[in-house]
Nanobody, 129 residues
């Protein structure tokens, strides 16, 4: 069992930056592919970014490419989402997710919600004009 907790959300002006953190308890994250998703009321949960267990492979949605960066620090059991040049349309609840990796593949990324096994409770990001 993995418990994930996001932090770092808040209210920011358009063009500003935030860094979200996702810290795990219960298990080490070092073997687990990780992802960030976001959701607004009335919309489907949307893929944002993903990172492989060793950090060597990343994937970002087109809507955030060039503005958001996903990274991880396995020694701290934490995954980050650095968000720059924020836009009002980035307003959403942001969720981190972890996937089981029983065969210890270390360079794979995943972008589908159904592929992930563990989810945090979310942190709200609000970008004002």
């Amino acid at each position: 069992q993995v418990q994930l907790e996001e932090s770092g959300g808040g209210v920011v002006q358009a063009g500003g930056s935030l860094r979200l953190s996702c810290t795990a308890s219960g298990r080490a994250l070092s073997s687990m592919p990780m992802g960030w998703f976001r959701q607004t009321p009335g919309k489907e949960r949307e893929f944002v970014a993903a990172i492989s267990p060793n950090g060597g492979a990343t994937l970002c949605a087109d809507s955030v490419k060039g503005r958001f960066t996903i990274s991880r620090d396995n020694a701290k059991n934490t995954v980050y989402l650095q968000m720059n040049s924020l836009k009002p349309e980035d307003t959403a609840a942001y969720y981190c997710a972890a996937k089981r990796n029983p065969f210890y593949f270390n360079n794979r990324v995943y972008n589908l919600e159904r592929e992930y096994d563990y989810w945090g409770q979310g942190t709200q990001v609000t970008v004002s004009s």
